[in-house]
T-cell receptor
Framework: DGGITQSPKYLFRKEGQNVTLSCEQNLNHDAMYWYRQDPGQGLRLIYYSQIVNDFQKGDIAEGYSVSREKKESFPLTVTSAQKNPTAFYLC???????????FGPGTRLTVL | EDQVTQSPEALRLQEGESSSLNCSYTVSGLRGLFWYRQDPGKGPEFLFTLYSAGEEKEKERLKATLTKKESFLHITAPKPEDSATYLCAADILTGGGNKLTFGTGTQLKVEL
């Protein structure tokens, strides 16, 4: 099965702890993206990467970090510096400009 | 600043009652306009991409159209299974590659 996997589906953490969200794709896509979704708000871009070992800050990068060591993987770390980390996190990928951008199933992070 | 606005925020229809959802955009360098459907707790599902004014695309009861300032998603004779949040996004080319800017969505409820 080709697609984007995110794990886990639900994640709970204590305040002040860093947490890493996984995103893997087997679509051979070059570009990968991380979004955050809050109730009543659209998707907001956190980080994106067009190629391995390179990534760009999106609109709300503060308190987050990423790495892109492999084409198929783009993990997102939510650090203790992120003031409101509780949200639904979505990973996406696309092959090239003009091509469709596909989304994973999402990870719901709750910080207690 | 690039901006995408969707209206209405919420829409309640009777089964078979056709209507339209609006997506207006103010962006520099639009590469394409994407429509997605999102069910609660899930990742967005791709519906359409429109690239130029005057373009139309159809899928079952849905038809998307594009002008220079806005896009419409027309829903003909909707069924309860069409209930979902519909998201539009403008595809913009940046120095770091393509990225989507999303509207806040229209939550559609279709009742029997």
């Amino acid at each position: 099965d080709g697609g984007i996997t995110q794990s886990p589906k639900y994640l709970f953490r204590k305040e002040g702890q860093n947490v890493t969200l996984s995103c893997e794709q087997n679509l051979n896509h070059d570009a990968m993206y991380w979004y955050r979704q809050d109730p009543g708000q659209g998707l907001r871009l956190i980080y994106y990467s067009q190629i391995v070992n390179d990534f760009q800050k999106g609109d709300i990068a503060e308190g987050y970090s990423v790495s892109r060591e492999k084409k198929e993987s783009f993990p997102l770390t939510v650090t203790s510096a992120q003031k409101n980390p509780t949200a639904f996190y979505l990973c996406a990928s696309r092959q090239a400009a003009h091509d469709t951008q596909y989304f994973g199933p999402g990870t719901r992070l709750t910080v207690l | 600043e690039d901006q995408v606005t969707q209206s209405p925020e919420a829409l309640r229809l009777q089964e078979g009652e056709s209507s339209s959802l609006n997506c207006s955009y103010t962006v520099s360098g639009l590469r394409g306009l994407f429509w997605y459907r999102q069910d609660p707790g899930k990742g967005p599902e791709f519906l359409f991409t429109l690239y130029s004014a005057g373009e139309e695309k159809e899928k079952e009861r849905l038809k998307a159209t594009l002008t220079k300032k806005e896009s419409f998603l027309h829903i003909t004779a909707p069924k309860p299974e069409d209930s979902a949040t519909y998201l539009c996004a403008a595809d913009i080319l940046t120095g770091g590659g393509n990225k989507l800017t999303f509207g806040t969505g229209t939550q559609l409820k279709v009742e029997l």
